[in-house]
């Protein structure tokens, strides 16, 4: 996944209208991570996408 698809989905995430939208989002695009690998991907990306 390239930098720009990367911020632009962690974008919808944090414009999620509900916590439970931006829930549903996580588990469709990080399948197979665990909450503390989530945790970090997110930090990742908000860092990158700053």
Same mark, same amino acid.
């Given at each position: 996944?390239?930098?720009?698809?990367?911020?632009? #989905?962690? /974008?919808? $995430? +944090?414009?999620?209208?509900? %916590?439970?939208?931006? &829930?549903? *989002? #996580?588990? /469709?695009? $990080? +399948?197979?991570?665990?909450? %503390?690998?989530?945790? &970090?991907? *997110?930090?990742?990306?908000?860092? +990158?996408?700053?």
């Amino acid at each position: 996944m390239n930098k720009e698809s990367m911020c632009a #989905m962690y /974008r919808a $995430m +944090q414009n999620a209208p509900t %916590e439970q939208d931006r &829930q549903a *989002m #996580m588990e /469709r695009n $990080m +399948q197979g991570m665990s909450p %503390e690998m989530r945790q &970090q991907h *997110m930090e990742m990306m908000r860092k +990158q996408c700053q």
